[in-house]
């Protein structure tokens, strides 16, 4: 690997500092504070991994929505016979495991078939965890725990620095070189000795298994846990737009996208409750039309236009 | 038996609905996520003219039929003719496609929501009995399967003899060469979307003599139709006719036999299977 | 010799299409072979089904006597048998130094960091192309697009090469250049397999030729050999007597 150079050791500072300052919100702040801070960790982490893999691929996956609602469930069951601390892991290696079957379902084949695959997971999943109430007679699942709303802040901080620093590593790593490369011409890709079909599975374990970490995380807050709850379709959308709204072409990008669009959706969700979903609609088409980039490509537009007029000065 | 003509009566009018999505998809090359909100669309002025004026749904087609495809034309015109534009592969233009139609649908819902409601709306239209075959049959299923196949007919007729329907097939099979011999595949792909809006409308208005509709619905028949194109090979039209069918019949027994509850389960599981081994469909070629 | 490549009755169909019919030829090693012949004989789709692009229909293909036939484009693409394409395909949003990285990272000797920057430089030197790593592929030239893709394929250290029409498009100075590059490929030891139109460069380059027509091997030989057969000139031609 590479040495790291000091502007590196500069951003890894930087990040430092931030999630320092960050995580000392709940000691500061009130409650409502707190609550968005959560949704805003809960959203970067979900839309930062989401982007480690639908960045470079060029895959849309609607799937966050199934692997959280499967690792708020583990939480959900598995608190009643198994110490907390084992069941992030669990969760972790529950979403990768179906991540990686997902996978080896649709990434052979093109992009749409995964989108769709994707849309209907959720759907699947929860009908299936309804029907299985149903016949089984239980309702919902009541998760009781100590754990504050804080806790879950610092977990997902916590998880938040991980994966920025797993999208640091792969980005250096061959296998982030393979995936940039398969999204920019997978023929080319697999005739230069790429195994696209595996490079893209074992990337996409990625975000299934932290999507699913997140739902275990969450599950507390919920407190009464119901297949409609853990799995809104909803959820997988917000996280697509989140992330392409900010841009998927850096890691910070879909932080950037998340913190604005939480505040107008909870904007929207107060004055105007019905029209949240005009309002997805709206932004899909403003990503598409205006931002295909996100906000990232607009700041690396701004770059390029200083660094041409200083060329001329 | 009774199951089998049930899952027909149903499977027809499903195949409608599929042809829509397969002449945007198949042909026209757009992923129209936005697919089953035109149905629901075209099921709410079909139970509107019903319940204000008494107008015959089987009617009321006529008026849906071009008013979609108007508004379909335009959709191609204004949001996706310059995504095929802009777009440098496939993929991307596949992608973009994705992310406005699921756009374009999420605004329609909203915009269902904002003017009529969320509630679900259904009415009784033709629910006589008829016998067939010794078993009784809602009066208005029959009509709509029977409205489905003369229209899935003519379609495929015009589809194999016309110059227009040849010329759509063209660019579904070709689109570069089909620009060497002098097709506008700009015009003829916006043909092909704005004719598959109006089938699909169609389809929405013969569905919602039968069915509850609301405008939170149309996802699921968005799935459907997406099982049924890619079961029959993505652009083949008798793939489409049959995999319509069987979906029909699966759907029918899933809900007789198992559970009314796991029918978006049960088609989900034959895409699954469908995508493991045979991912071109019944009759597509096998993709390289 | 030693064939190095071996095809033996390989056949693609294409539905009701039969674009190779039963092709029998061998490559021999540090030689260039030419496959040519008029437009729609299914050369290109025979490079294809060597590269791995899609399956054979029937038939079979061994390196060194090893079968290859079932294997995916990337497992032949490790194996040393790399390819340019008849419509030239660069990473579009890469530099041109990335673009040779690829070929030099997941090629045939799978270098990583410095290594792979080292043996990408050496490539773009060598199709001429040294020192221009940084450029954007928006900013290239048709010819230089064609040199990094070579630079790309080169820099996975290939033991076969297969080139499809790369010397299409190009003036008389470029042919020149492109015909010594291409022969000093043969000379450092690797073996070439050359689909072209251009008949100057194949009489120059190629020590074997094959033809085809309509899917099948019409004739075999030298240059000189089979540019003279009355079969090969009526299949370029077409037949006088109709």
Known sequence: MTALSSRDWGSLALCAIALIIAACLPLSSGAYNLTIGVTIAMYTVLATSWALFSGPTHYISLATAAFFGVGAYVTGIGIQHLPYWTLLPIAGVIGAVMAALVGLATLRLSGVYFVIFTLGLAEFVRQAITWIQNISGTKGIYVLTQITEAHIYWQLLGLAALVWLLGWLIGRSRLGFALRIIGEDEQVARHSGINTARAKILLFMVPGAVAAITGAILAPRYVYLEPALAFTPMLSFQVVIMALLGGTGRLWGPLVGVIPFTFLWEGISASFPNQTTLLLGVCFLVIVYLLPKGFVGLVDAARRRMRNSEGFA | MDVLITGLLLGGTYALIAMGLNLQYGMARIMNLANGEMLVTGGFVAFWFWTGSQISPLLTVFLVAPAAFALNWLIYVIFLGPLVKRARSRGQLEVDAILTTFGLSFVAVGLMLAFFGGDYFSYSYLSTPIQIFGDTYGANRVAAFVSAVLICGALLLWLARSRAGMTIRAISVAPDSARLVGIDVRRTAALAFALGGAVTATGGALISTFLTLDASTGVIFTLKALVIVIMGGVGDVRGTIVAALLLGLLETFVARMIDPGLTLAAAYLLFVVILLFRPQGLFGRPTT | ?242
């Open chain 3, 1 to 242: 010799m030693t064939a190095l490549l071996s095809l033996r009755g390989v056949t693609k169909r294409f539905g009701g299409l039969v674009a190779v019919n039963r092709m029998d030829f061998d490559v021999t090693e540090h030689q260039v072979l030419g496959l040519i012949g008029p437009n729609g004989s299914g050369k290109s789709t025979t490079l294809n089904l060597i590269s791995g692009a899609f399956p054979l229909s029937a038939g079979s293909i061994s390196l060194r006597g090893q079968p290859i036939t079932h294997l995916q484009a990337q497992d032949i693409a490790r194996r040393g048998i790399a390819r340019t394409f008849q419509l030239v395909r660069l990473l579009p949003s890469m530099t041109v130094m990335e673009n040779v990285k690829a070929g030099a990272v997941f090629g045939h000797r799978r270098h990583w960091g410095h290594e792979a920057d080292a043996v990408a430089e050496a490539m773009l030197e060598k199709v001429g192309m040294g020192g221009r790593g940084h450029m954007t592929v928006g900013q290239l030239t048709y010819i230089d697009t064609k040199r990094v893709e070579l630079a790309r394929v080169l820099a996975g250290e290939p033991r076969v090469v297969l080139l499809d029409e790369w010397l299409a498009g190009l003036n008389p100075t470029e042919l020149e250049e492109g015909i010594h590059l291409i022969r000093s490929l043969r000379d450092e030891g690797r073996t070439v397999i050359l689909v072209e139109h251009v008949m100057d460069a194949i009489r120059s380059l190629c020590d074997r030729c094959v033809v085809m027509a309509a899917g099948t091997k019409i004739a075999e030989g030298t240059p000189t050999e089979v540019l003279s057969d009355p079969a090969v000139i009526r299949a370029y031609l077409g037949d006088d007597d109709a």
